[in-house]
């Protein structure tokens, strides 16, 4: 693969924890039991991803692994919360693939221009000001801020192009890309010469326009890791048209009807639904095709019996192109948009190590202040306002034995238990 190009990355990302919040009490002058006013904590910054146009390939990501979001600030007196910590936005290539770098499911496509987050910074924790009741007139407690979430992803890319141009190496796809759009990729002759997929948009008529992509030349086994195919198969995953280019003009000794056969075997072996995506057969470099071959002829029998169609081209003649391109564009007319992939990652809770007992203390007024780093994690990770992430919640603390130990410490039906920024009646 060129250095030029990179496809592919995988980084670590950590959003911002939340700010702490704080113990204070209003002192004024002249103003007697002024009361709690501590201020909460920011909420630790965000990781966003962004698509950015101007990018083309994950280089940024070959050097920079770790990316960290800034920490929420903590709050002060006068009850002034702490400053947020700012999100930090990372900008990637339309067409990105976002997967969990454990399981591979995709988390996010990022083909629209919509800015997806990521990682969402910890919430920041409450000052004392908050903990202030009748019973309670001076919470001498306030509640540290919640970590921010963390992942390691793989960054894959999938170039957005609705036509890609598949076939051996050498048989003329730069070139056919470079007659029928302004790319311009490198042409020479030998093998090889395109070692990254290039980009083109064809204008066809008024309003009417398709991206194409050239990939380097696919070789027998290139599913199995051969070649150069490999690693650039998966950027015709989205084209919604395969232009299939095949030399018939044997100048290499080729058979044209052998090499239509071979590329699409390791499509076949690479993707089976790509496979069977539909496709157009360029037969490439008529000009040259040699007197009394049957190539030609053997080529177009064998395609139309699977029920392609053919068009005779001359990419470095200009001869056909107009053609190729006016029944690309009708058969694009009818096809379904470039494929979008759906999201298959479901978040799911932190596991937490819940081995190690909580520390449990009673304050002045009788709340219940129960704290412990895996309770912590444990708030940051479910969504107190859905019905299943409660039940989780609610069982994990009860296979941790802290409703026991609660239970053994004398707590009674009706007390309230602190849990950072929760809090809840306690019923046996």
């Not at 924890?17 to 920011?42: C, I, L, T």
């Not at 693939?97 to 591979?104: G, K, P, Q, S």
């Not at 995709?106 to 908050?130: A, K, M, T, Y």
């Not at 799911?348 to 081995?355: I, K, L, Q």
């Amino acid at each position: 693969m060129a250095a030029s190009f990179i496809d592919k990355a995988r980084i670590t990302v950590k959003a911002g924890n939340g700010g702490n919040g704080v113990v204070s009490f209003h002192r004024e002058k002249y103003v007697a039991a002024g009361g709690p006013d501590g201020g909460d904590g920011g909420r630790g910054g965000s990781i966003v991803l962004k698509v950015d146009d101007n990018m083309s390939t994950l280089m940024d990501f070959r050097y920079k692994r770790k990316y960290v979001a800034p920490n929420g600030m903590d709050g002060q007196g006068a009850r002034k919360s702490g400053k947020d910590g700012a999100d930090l936005v990372i900008r990637v290539p339309r067409g990105t693939l976002v997967r969990d770098a454990e399981t591979n499911e995709i988390i996010q496509d990022l083909s629209d221009s919509e800015p997806f987050v990521l990682c969402r910074g910890g919430r920041g924790g409450w000052g004392n000001s908050h903990f202030a009741t009748p019973t309670r007139q001076v919470p001498r407690f306030a509640k540290p801020g919640l970590p921010g979430e963390s992942h390691d992803v793989i960054l894959e890319l999938k170039l957005l192009a609705d036509v890609g141009l598949v076939g051996f190496p050498n048989v003329g796809k730069s070139t056919l890309l470079s007659v029928v759009s302004k790319a311009q990729p490198k042409i020479a002759n030998y093998h090889f010469t395109t070692l990254f997929p290039n980009l083109g948009v064809v204008w066809v008529d008024e309003g009417v326009s398709f991206v194409m992509a050239d990939i380097p030349g696919i070789i027998e086994g290139a599913s199995e890791g051969a070649g150069l195919g490999h690693d650039f198969l998966r950027h015709i995953d989205r084209c919604r048209l395969l232009v299939h280019v095949v030399d018939v003009s044997g100048s290499e000794g080729r058979d044209p009807v052998e090499d239509f056969d071979a590329i699409n075997e390791e499509l076949q072996q690479y993707s089976p639904a790509l496979a069977e995506r539909p496709q157009i057969v360029a037969a490439n470099k008529v000009d040259i095709l040699e007197p009394g071959s049957d190539n030609l002829d053997r080529l177009r029998a064998h395609v139309e019996a699977l029920g392609f169609s053919l068009v005779e081209i001359s990419a470095a003649a200009h001869q056909g192109t107009r053609e190729l391109v006016g029944q690309v564009a009708q058969a694009l007319a009818v096809l379904p948009p470039v494929k979008v992939f759906e999201p298959e990652y479901i978040s799911r809770p932190a596991v937490v190590d819940t081995s190690v007992p909580p520390q449990i203390r009673r304050a002045d007024d009788g709340t219940w202040l129960v704290e412990s780093p895996w309770l912590e994690r444990l708030l940051g990770s479910v969504n107190l306002n859905d019905y299943e992430s409660r039940m989780y919640f609610d069982k994990t603390l009860r296979e941790a034995g802290l409703f026991q130990r609660l239970e053994e410490l004398g707590i009674q039906d009706g007390d309230t238990v602190s849990l950072y920024d929760f809090e809840f009646e306690y019923q046996r």
